[in-house]
């Protein structure tokens, strides 16, 4: 094993080997509004659902090299609410046309063909062609030294494409959604290697500590 001491590695080092070694990670392309009206979309992948019960989603928003925010942390301030869309293989260049640095008040929707729907219980709109879009109130933000802003948010409404949710046991088919994560570097992964692995009861474990009941991946 090499070990790695953070307090001795630059800011640089610290980001390379923490997005290599945290993976996947789920891609959030968050939809906000700025203070004359106009969407906001921009994809982030330091983001993750914290807690079901309050139901709180987290995102890490990198500042500018200037260290000013960036559009979705100062919208999401304006406005307190913000939209996450999920990230699946559909969109996947059209989540990489909105992480362009285009300037403030570019509308990333029509560059990237995406189309914008009315929130149900925020302003902000959330993206049609997305399977899952999580409208959220902004609960806080925490500035993370000058680089970065933890934006907590608490999901009001959730908005899943029929297909992909049974209305009475709300499972959701994982496979349909077919979303992708974030790998290392440039990298990134799809999900469309499945596998059931339930947790066992403690009685299950003693009477069979190397048992299992892996169902092998299913691929589409």
Known sequence: MLSFDFAKLSPREKYKILIGSVVPRPIALVTTVDAEGRANAAPFSFFNALSADPPILALGVEN???????????????????????????????MNVCAVPFEPGFDELVAAGLTALPGSRVGCPYIAEAPVA????????????????????EVLMVHVRDDLIDPATLYIDQLGLDAIGRMGGHGYARTREYFDLPTRSLQAWRDDPHGGERQWPLAR
């Open 134 to 153: 999580l409208e959220c109130r902004r609960m806080m933000g925490l500035s993370i030294g000058q680089s970065r802003e933890i934006i907590l948010g």
């Open 64 to 94: 500018h090299a200037d260290l000013s925010p960036k559009d979705t942390t100062r919208n999401a301030q304006l406005n307190q609410e913000f939209t996450v869309n999920i990230v699946n293989d559909a969109l996947v260049e059209a």
